[in-house]
């Protein structure tokens, strides 16, 4: 591959079926020195120093290895590429734009820079799942935070289906990552330059870094970055010694919707039994991000119901107490997965509570005999038994805690905060 090789890039709306041996063999290294971006139809790349796709995505072995592609017997000239984290989800990739990208071979089909930069970019995509905290934190945030962090704010973001609402909601950490205009990749219209361009933002795993693979940084040091990202005051949480009779702070996640507490006033009044000051909220609609991780950051502990708030997580202090309510259908291996290791990660507590069969609200429904309460794995080898275990056990079932059984777990993780 020359020097003086060229990229070019268009956009589509086609699956990526030609994708799979570029985002699987990770990152490849191109010896180039500038970069040039535009919205049209076609865009040319004049030089590149490096290309990553969002190789973390992918199990197979060696994927951050760098390579050259080469395909026998023709020159390497196009692949295809959706710059997203959620890689064989197609539910996720219908809803971002597919970029080309290819090389030119004649430097007269380059056009000329309106706009030389000597700080790097990244392009990546705010499609998916967007409008679900968690998705936002995991398949965005958190990957953003791993590829940019390293930059200091010495780069500019190229985002491809551009959210305005998303834009303003995560303003403050935009402008803590980089310090200039945010570019909107689809709609501007000049050619862009760059002595560096990574395409798409390392995922790991589901709201967690593995250290191995981002030179050290861990999820200690997003919560840290969180922290200071919109003034959290509270860096660790209380610990309770002898003759301390200031309480703790228990916040009860409660929702409207579904995976809700059914009893919320009974589980506040137990937790002030058991010697929690309890506080009960729900963001609202209307509420901004800040406001709510500052109640959040305020709490020494935090309840709630697996994919109902847990997210809010990454706002609390140091060494507070996370408690994880399992519902019915088998989830504890997602509960762990989700928010058990990142608490972990985070140097913070973990407790998580599976609930009995008499405390869901599906015995409502279905009765307390039926399969679908005492055997979720039979709605799984049913005939569209994934769609139809999301819908019963994630989008269809309430809790009601049996405060009783309950309390053994608030006395456990008060024990936690005199550690």
């Given at each position: 591959m020359g020097s003086n090789a060229n990229l070019l890039r268009s956009f589509s709306r086609v699956e990526p079926q030609s994708l799979s041996f570029v985002i699987f063999t990770g990152c490849f290294l191109i010896s180039m020195a500038l970069l040039a971006v535009s919205a049209g139809s076609f865009v040319s790349f004049p030089s590149l120093s490096s290309w990553l796709s969002s190789h973390a995505a992918s199990p197979v072995p060696g994927a951050h290895e760098n390579f050259n592609p080469h395909f026998p017997g023709k020159p390497f000239e196009s692949w295809r590429v959706k710059p997203h984290p959620r890689k064989g989800?197609?539910?996720?990739?219908?809803?971002?734009?597919?970029?080309?990208?290819?090389?030119?071979?004649?430097?007269?089909?380059?056009?000329?820079?309106?706009?030389?930069?000597?700080?790097?970019?990244?392009?990546?995509?705010?499609?998916?799942?967007?409008?679900?905290?968690?998705?936002?934190?995991?398949?965005?945030?958190?990957?953003?935070?791993?590829?940019?962090?390293?930059?200091?704010?010495?780069?500019?973001?190229?985002?491809?289906?551009?959210?305005?609402?998303?834009?303003?909601?995560?303003?403050?950490?935009?402008?803590?990552?980089?310090?200039?205009?945010?570019i909107d990749f689809n709609r501007d219209p000049l050619v862009r330059c760059y002595p560096r361009v990574i395409v798409g933002i390392s995922f790991h795993r589901d709201m967690s870094?593995?250290?191995?693979?981002?030179?050290?940084?861990?999820?200690?040091?997003?919560?840290?970055?969180?922290?200071?990202?919109?003034?959290?005051?509270?860096?660790?949480?209380?610990?309770?010694?002898?003759?301390?009779?200031?309480?703790?702070?228990?916040?009860?996640?409660?929702?409207?919707?579904?995976?809700?507490?059914?009893?919320?006033?009974?589980?506040?009044?137990m937790a002030e039994w058991e010697g929690f000051e309890p506080v009960v909220a729900e963001i609202k609609e209307n509420q901004s991000l800040v406001e709510f991780a500052r109640i959040v950051n305020s709490c020494d502990a935090m309840l709630g119901v697996h994919g109902a708030g847990l997210t809010n997580l990454i706002f609390l202090p140091t060494s507070a107490v996370v408690i994880q309510v399992v519902p019915l259908g088998g989830l504890e291996t997602f509960c762990w997965t989700d928010y058990g290791v990142p608490t972990l990660e985070m140097k913070m507590r973990y407790l998580q509570y599976s609930i009995s069969i008499t405390e869901s609200s599906l015995i409502d429904r279905y009765g307390i005999t039926n399969p679908v309460v005492t055997n979720p794995k039979v709605v799984l080898d049913q005939k569209d038994g994934w769609r139809n275990w999301t819908s019963i056990y994630f989008f269809n079932q309430d809790v009601k805690l049996d405060v009783g059984r309950f309390s053994s777990v608030l006395v456990h993780a008060r024990e936690l905060l005199h550690q």
């Open positions: 989800d197609l539910a996720a990739l219908s809803r971002v734009t597919e970029m080309s990208v290819g090389y030119l071979s004649n430097n007269e089909d380059v056009p000329k820079c309106d706009i030389k930069s000597s700080v790097p970019a990244i392009i990546f995509a705010t499609g998916g799942y967007m409008g679900n905290f968690f998705h936002e934190t995991t398949d965005l945030i958190i990957p953003l935070y791993i590829t940019s962090h390293k930059f200091n704010g010495e780069v500019q973001f190229l985002i491809s289906d551009m959210l305005p609402w998303w834009l303003t909601k995560y303003k403050l950490l935009l402008k803590k990552l980089s310090h200039y205009e945010i870094i593995d250290p191995a693979r981002s030179g050290g940084v861990t999820m200690f040091d997003f919560g840290q970055f969180i922290r200071s990202t919109y003034s959290l005051k509270r860096e660790r949480a209380i610990k309770l010694g002898a003759n301390q009779d200031k309480k703790p702070r228990l916040l009860i996640i409660a929702r409207k919707r579904t995976r809700r507490f059914t009893n919320v006033d009974e589980i506040a009044r």
